[in-house]
Nanobody
Framework: QVQLVESGGGLVQPGGSLRLSCTAS????????MGWYRQAPGKQREWVAG???????NTADSVKGRFTISRNNPKNTVYLQMNSLKPEDTAVYYC???????????WGQGTLVTVSS
């Protein structure tokens, strides 16, 4: 089973930027879609951004214009560029990959993003 590993989280001041990476242990071309989700303390996990195998991307209204999802197929990596970060963006960020068949979607272990002065 392919594994996903997120990285790039950390502490950043309001207005700052971070780029998260999600690297797969195998080819990401197996996925119909990949996405980023986040879960803030005491809240449910919410969808943030997604990218389909066609290259179509979409982002949640709460981050539209600030976050961008992209991918690098040769590196088997999906990115989430986060700009103009706000304290309410503080959360554990997870990536996932969706494909037909048992065992999907697969999830990474998450990376913590803290936006604070």
């Amino acid at each position: 089973q392919v594994q996903l590993v997120e990285s790039g989280g950390g502490l950043v001041q309001p207005g700052g930027s971070l780029r998260l990476s999600c690297t797969a242990s195998g080819s990401i071309s197996r996925f119909n879609a990949m996405g980023w989700y986040r879960q803030a303390p005491g809240k449910q996990r919410e969808w943030v951004a997604g990218i389909r195998s066609s290259g179509y991307t979409n982002t949640a209204d709460s981050v539209k214009g600030r976050f961008t999802i992209s991918r690098n197929n040769p590196k088997n990596t999906v990115y989430l560029q986060m700009n103009s970060l706000k304290p309410e963006d503080t959360a554990v960020y997870y990536c996932n990959g969706e494909a037909p068949g048992p065992g999907y979607p697969v999830w990474g272990q998450g990376t913590l993003v803290t936006v604070s002065s």
